[in-house]
Nanobody
C-alpha cells in the first residue's frame, strides 16, 4: 500500500531554517516525480516544489532561492530544506506523488513566528 509520511515540522522564528522529510513506501519512488505542497489556514493548497525522477527541480517564485528539494532514492525519502523562513510560510506542508492518482501524506505543520 502506497504511503507518504511527512516529518520535521514545528515552530521556527522568522529567518530560521527547517528541513522536512517525506518517507515513501509501497512503490518504487525512484520512478516518480515527487512534490511538496502547502496549505495555509483559509487558503487553498498550493504547490511549492517538485523533483522529477532524474532529480530535475522546479520551484514556485515565492520560495526560489530559499527552499531546496532533494531526494534519496536509496532510502525512499524526499526532503525540503527551507531557509530564511517568513511568517507567510506558515502552513501545513504535504508530500505528493501522482501514481494513477494523487497521493498525499498526512501533512506536517510549519509555524514561523517570533
Amino acid at each position: 500500500q502506497l504511503q507518504l509520511v511527512e516529518s520535521g515540522g514545528g515552530l521556527v522564528q522568522p529567518g530560521g531554517s527547517m528541513r522536512l522529510s517525506c518517507a515513501a513506501s509501497g512503490f518504487t519512488m525512484s520512478y516518480y516525480a515527487m512534490a511538496w505542497f502547502r496549505q495555509a489556514p483559509g487558503k487553498e493548497r498550493e504547490g511549492v516544489s517538485c523533483i522529477n525522477s532524474r532529480a530535475g527541480t522546479n520551484y514556485v517564485d515565492f520560495v526560489k532561492g530559499r527552499f531546496t528539494i532533494s531526494r534519496d532514492n536509496d532510502n525512499n525519502t524526499v526532503f525540503l530544506q527551507m531557509n530564511d523562513l517568513k511568517p507567510e510560510d506558515t502552513a501545513v506542508y504535504y508530500c505528493n506523488v501522482r501514481r494513477d492518482t494523487d497521493h498525499w501524506g498526512q501533512g506536517t505543520q510549519v509555524t514561523v513566528s517570533s
